[in-house]
């Protein structure tokens, strides 16, 4: 489990808030959408979960650790088990969807067959696994320039997966695409929650959270100004936004 208490973000000399005392659990298996208004902090709480960010006051506790008191190797862990997913993911053009995905196995593959790109049988079959899982099958032995933008975002949250991922923080996953390309993300990634596989939190459009979160979070001027189940919202909380 993760808990989030009184986490508070400053910036600059003014310590202007960005976010304010955030109190929240999560859940495994949670797809979890952040929603609110432009400039609400939504990116920057989501980069300082992923550890991108520094925060002031507050912790975040892992599994009964709090990983800023619990030194290089909880931040290791973190780093290792949590993913962060830009807008526009970095994926090497060049290389196929299947040599974007094994990249994510760098860490564990020797540096020899990084370099001569020879890869081990079960690592190219756990790969191929992954895309097979995420719909991309056909799509592994394409160039990634060659790719749909919401494939490019599949090809992204494979590498996590195959990465060992349980936690992917995926900041505004389904921005600039179609709907159809959207709707396949988003089901992709609710999926992967309710098998309880990873626990999904993502940055949202309101009418893309409502139908597939199972829990909402409303950010306004850097506080929490709630927390519910996916549903869709009622005019007074859409009013807090
Ligand atoms: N390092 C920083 N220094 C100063 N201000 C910052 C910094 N990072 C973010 N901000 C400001 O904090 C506010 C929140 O930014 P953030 O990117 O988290 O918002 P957001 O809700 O994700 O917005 P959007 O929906 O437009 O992407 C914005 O006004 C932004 O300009």
Redo the contacts with the bound molecule.
Sequence with gaps: MIKIQKLTRQ??PER?P?LRGIDAEIHQGELIAIV??????????LRCLALQEPWQEGSLIVDGNDVLKSGWTGKMKIKREWAYLEQNPHLNMNRTALKNVLIGRSGQTPWWRMVTGMVRSDDYMGAMDVLEELGLLDKAHDKCDKLSGGERQRVATARALVHGARVILADEPVNGLDPTSASHVMDTFRKLASDERVTIIT?LPLEMAERFASRIWG?NHGELVFDIQGRRLTQAEKNKL
Excluded: A, F, Q, Y
Aim: hydrophobic letters at 30%; proline letters at 6%.
């Design positions: 910036v600059g202007t960005l609110g208004p432009s400039g609400s902090g939504k990116t920057t709480l940055v950010l």
